[in-house]
């Protein structure tokens, strides 16, 4: 009994001592890794953040869009889109339920304001004419002639037109026109011209595929 009881005793003390190393390892263990963790965050380099990093290129993007470039680009640009579209070409006139009398009187109209575009329609494709001079012209020719015409005119109508029907769809038309007015040259004129001109109806109108022009005075 006497060597159990200090043997007991020698076990207790022996287990208050390990316990008391236990709780005291825990903060030491602690404490390095506490300052460790604190020298690491004094060592890393400073994160610079979005908003900080977009601040620069957000006032460089102002200063550009503040320039005197950009604002000349600018209004140029607001200029084009208040631009009006190019109004499309006005497409040539058509003959169609016109009678031949109505298309030469237009035709002769024509040439006194040089409005090749409403004859243009008038003549075939294949046209072929004898002018005054005698040369054998083609559709672009006439259009061409009446396009390098300088002349100034007072007055350019028929006078006189007959009209006969030779097919179901062919009419010719003999008249004689008269024009006005005052040369390149500056001298004035009084012209008068006897021409043939053969119609054909195509398509539902009348164009002309052949004509013969000659001056009778002037």
């Not at 890393?44 to 957000?58: D, F, L, S, Y």
């Not at 035709?107 to 054998?136: C, L, R, S």
């Not at 390098?148 to 029907?165: F, G, H, I, Q, V």
């Not at 769809?169 to 021409?195: L, S």
Request: glycine share 6%; charged share 25%.
């Amino acid at each position: 009994m006497k060597i159990i009881i200090p043997f007991l005793a020698t076990i207790f003390c022996a287990a208050i001592s390990l316990a008391q190393e236990e709780s005291a390892s825990p903060a030491e263990s602690t404490a390095p890794a506490t300052e460790e963790k604190a020298s690491a965050t004094v060592e890393e380099t400073p994160v610079v953040k979005p908003a900080q990093a977009a601040a620069p290129a957000a006032e460089k993007k102002a200063e550009a869009a503040t320039s005197p470039v950009a604002a000349t680009k600018k209004e140029a640009t607001a200029a084009t889109a208040e631009k009006p579209a190019a109004a499309a070409a006005a497409p040539a006139p058509s003959t169609k339920g016109m009678s031949v009398k109505d298309l030469e009187n237009r035709w002769e109209a024509a040439v006194g304001k040089h409005d090749f575009a409403t004859v243009q329609p008038m003549i075939a494709n294949d046209f072929i004419g004898v002018y005054t001079d005698g040369k054998v012209m083609s559709k672009s020719a006439v259009i061409g002639m009446y396009k390098k015409d300088k002349d100034t005119y007072k007055s350019a109508k028929n006078e006189k037109l007959e009209a006969r029907s030779v097919g179901p769809n062919v009419t010719v038309v003999v008249g004689t026109a008269r024009e006005k007015g005052t040369g390149k040259d500056g001298k004035a004129f009084d012209r008068t011209y006897r021409f043939t001109d053969t119609w054909v109806m195509r398509n539902g109108q009348w164009q002309c595929v052949a004509s013969q022009v000659m001056k009778m005075k002037g």
